[in-house]
């Protein structure tokens, strides 16, 4: 691992995470910042938080809907196709990955009409988020990581291909967040929306439909997640086994206490190097560290 909790922490969950993009046509690819009286605070970002300049988006017209309409027909066409193909002949998994799925609309203000990723007052703690998490700054082959531990949340940048330390972007108190809710109208459904006690937001976009699940389920006390310091003897063995078979690649596993007591070990592969896109790897396993099976309720 290229970073590491204080010795009094543990960490709970790290994956990718950026700022979101639209999904709805007049907003497709696009993303805005806004004060809560919808006010666009990115010239505000760019003096008062350092931020530098990026595009200033407008909603899409007709004919950049049609464009795009076929550009996602194109995307999400070919990659089926060939995956079902590759199952039908008997290939585990899915050569191009998963394919890109939208759920239902559940904010029509923010997710049809406009699309904030960031929803905050002057001096809301959501402003202190690091511009790295804006694919349209930060610069090319950089990458952004979440990190949830037992005290704080962190943001942390890395860049790919390199041996360079993680660099930490920006953390936040664990008592100074209030929920995190999984946004299923996005890409995979993989879209998480975190909200602070001040009331400001971000959305972000975590690469896989399982990373923003746990995020809500964690932050609203749904499910707890087993700090690794916690396994059993037996348990770390088995963990070791299950990672030595994915690519040197995957990102540490996380350890999810189901209802019935059986450990859900879970590792995130990217699909290809700087997509944002990731497939999970998982397991089950008793306090021993033999395989389990679910029980009712536990998936």
């Known amino acids: 691992m290229d970073w590491y909790p204080s010795p009094d922490e543990n960490v709970l969950l790290r994956t990718a995470a950026k700022f979101a993009s639209g999904m709805a046509s007049p907003v497709d690819g696009l993303r805005w910042f806004r004060d809560p009286e919808r006010g666009d605070i990115q010239e505000e970002l760019m003096a008062n938080e350092g931020w530098p300049p990026a595009p200033a988006y407008e909603l ?82 950089y990458a952004t990581d979440l990190v949830l531990t037992d005290h704080r949340l962190l943001f942390l940048g890395t860049r790919w291909g390199t041996l360079d330390k993680a660099e930490v972007l920006g953390e936040f108190p664990r008592e100074s967040i209030a929920e995190a809710r999984q946004m299923k109208f996005s890409e995979i459904n993989a879209d998480v929306r975190i909200t602070f006690t001040d009331g400001s937001w971000v959305r972000l976009f975590t690469g896989t439909r399982d990373s923003a699940e746990r995020l809500d389920q964690v932050l609203s006390g749904a499910v707890v997640l087993l700090p690794e310091s916690e396994l059993s003897d037996g348990q770390r063995t088995r963990v070791a086994r299950f990672m030595g078979e994915l690519p040197r690649t995957a990102h540490p596993p996380t350890y999810t206490v189901l209802r019935s007591g059986i450990v859900l070990v879970e590792s995130r592969v990217s699909v290809r190097a700087g997509s944002g896109v990731f497939e999970t790897h998982s397991i089950l396993m008793d306090d021993t560290g033999r395989p389990a099976e679910p029980s009712p309720g536990d998936l």
Do not use: C, Y
């Open 60 to 141: 899409r017209t007709t004919g950049d809907r049609a464009a795009r309409g076929a550009l996602h027909t194109l995307f999400v066409g070919i990659p089926f196709i060939a995956n079902l193909i590759a199952n039908l002949g008997g290939a585990s998994g899915a050569p191009f990955g998963d394919v890109p799925v939208r759920g239902r609309v559940e904010d029509p203000p923010n997710e049809v009409k406009d699309f904030p990723v960031m929803w905050a007052a002057p001096g809301a703690l959501a402003r202190t988020a690091p511009w790295q998490l804006d694919p349209a700054r930060r610069p090319k082959g």
